[in-house]
């Protein structure tokens, strides 16, 4: 049994992690705290994995204090910068435990991760890609932090294999080509009663490739959560997404 | 039998329209016109309707003859403004024959000008609604006018209906959410290996209606034309849009 | 306001009904009943339309004794027979007020009725026309009720307009190509994480039409309960279908 | 510069292939052959690779000849059995050249390869996965051998990760499922204007997955001829799938 501790257990997101552990085979909950517990009581003897799962403004802080508590940790905040990477590598050479682990996924829907990762495997074969992400009209962000690193992912595979830019004739626009994130046009569609949704197309003369992942509801991260928290123990050091995770 | 004559008959549209006409069995083919032709070589003894498939620089020219002619005409040619139509309409008031009819159509595939009416009837029961169109990168305006016409719809119809602005917490946007077209939001993709294709994205709490029109060839607009041919002449005067010829 | 009074209430539908009712501007909860509570509470001094979300099998008693308390009724419930639909219009013709009303639908959700009606509209000008429908896999039943009637929706249509068979030269065939319901092939997919989704695909040379449907939790059926509650009462005698309360 | 000389260059796919092969940069037309012609004309003075796209009753004794011919072969004519592949094994031990190459590839749309070599890498992640092929109505067989490709290349994945069958509570079905292939239930659609199509749909609690590839038109399909000739020589024996080919 992986014993495991969620910070931000009164979130919605950490909410949802702590049913998710209670009701795996082989996880169990130790502590779950949220905005003002002491996370000092957070220990090896109490706890394999910490959660992490609260706001931008106080996960490095969180993060580092667990560092140092000597546990490791799954961290489903985001807004993670270079500098607080750094800071979390630096934490982590100098941990109570030489194999100590941290882990940070900018998504963990499954389906969202597979989308990315096929993406770059496809893009490299098409003339065309572009990225078109839909999602509920709450989001203050437009596109999402998804969609830009989708259309990364597309733009790196471009370019390892040597093509140039896309085929565009486009002459007059007043705006609706969308976004041009690193060479690769995404767009942002917000309708009431959608979630989280992604979709990459891919072109050549004649045919299409299409790969869409939905994510439906907050619960669609949970497997993800769970996979992350039975391997980050095996992956000594700082890794960053759930595709290194997946046997691909 | 129908006899119609075909002006732009060495086009890439005219050619197809010559097809269909002599395929047809109802319609015979009288006269294939080109650029240089004499149009008065047109008139009520070898043809019923004249269809009109060239370039906007001319296309007014060839309207205003043909009327003058005595013919019927289906105008498939784009690129029709407020005064062009108002010299169209002037001059089917002085017509030699007092029934004369003008048809225009900016879309003659049945499907696009049907997703365009099912999103004006279903507009008023969604709180967003946004257009997505794709096309080949051949293109040289972006959005289509397809598309800036649905958008047009939607927005008259949540007009008539007293539904507000589409809620949307967008704060920050590089561009991604694509272009507002009368409060509507419009995204163009442009991929090879697509020809023309709009998708009509409409939200509710709980619920989405999506109508998508697909037209993956020339030929796709070949029914639309027969059927403007078809009803042109019990239709004096100027028709505007292929949803008046359609039993809705 | 009108007084609402929920047969069913600790239902999951129910349920919802009941916080549909208190959340709307128009609407106020009188009763909530469930199995076992006595329906003469229901009258026309605390109700003035009754909602009814239970099980098929008490269901025609309920409205039979509804309508016999001389309130309007608007059922969720499914299983209705043409034999239990008639002794509903036997009850109504002696019912205590000459204007009573009983509306059913067997969907409440505005898009799935949109897509059937749509369906039914654009069916006459294709060659093609198949019914994809996808559930979760807990449902018993294959295809849905809702696929059952757009097939004859789509059926009726292209016998009203003449149209023959649908091309389809397949020779063998293992059970892929669906059932086969009034002429139309219907397919019923089962995947975790959906809801209840019904896409149309309509098909000429060179076009397609696609419909689809997308009802992501039972909150998508509330509009559409709320829409029902509020006119009713406006259309004495038995009503059947939400599109009979669209300005379609 | 690849010497290509085309078997059933006056078919619809060999008169496609000539076109691609004297369009591409590195590859030139040797000879192009139809039934009748006398295939001892080509020989490794005229040509490195034979494309061989004719029907199944000649296909074998075609890439035996060319086989003793002493060139590589890359074939896309369907209809390959076990005991034929058999043949062509024992003919390349035999064969004149000690790395003589042969090539076959059920489908060389790039798409549909890379959706079928995907859904074999998402299958093991997700609970319920389902394919919906979609065709124009002229195809005789149900489903497309690519269809039933990939449910074996889905239930392969989920044997191999252990995982059982899939959730389905159906009871009753009048054959709305589809065929099941291998424990994979598929399902095709006849629809007039669409050409070859095939969707993957694997789902989890909250989120789904979408793969689909969209082949318009058999220009579809050169891109993946040219890779095979490109290939083929490198790959010395029988090689069967274009997979093996990309670099994924």
Known sequence: MIKVSVIGAKGRMGGNVVNAVNQADDTELALALDAGDDL???????????????????????VLALIGQGVDVVVGTTGWTDEK??????????APRADQAVFIAPNFAISAVLADYFAGLAAKY????EVVELHHPNKVDAP???????????????RATGLGPMPDATETDGGSRGQVVDGVHVHAV???GLNAHEEVLLGNA????????????????????LLAVRNVSAHPGLTIGLDKFLDL
Chains 1, 2, 3, 4 share one sequence.
């Open 85 to 94: 990477l750094d800071q979390v590598r630096k934490a982590l050479a100098e």
């Open 40 to 62: 000092t009581q957070v220990n090896p003897d109490n706890t394999d994995v910490a959660v992490e799962f609260t706001v931008p403004s106080v996960a490095l802080d969180n």
């Open 144 to 158: 999402s932090g998804t969609a830009i690193h989708t259309a990364h992912t597309i733009a790196d595979a471009r």
């Open 126 to 129: 098409f003339e065309s890609a």
């Open 190 to 192: 917000r309708l009431r």
């Open 206 to 225: 004649g045919e299409q490739l299409t790969i869409r992942a939905d994510s439906f509801d907050r619960g669609s991260f949970m497997p993800g959560v």
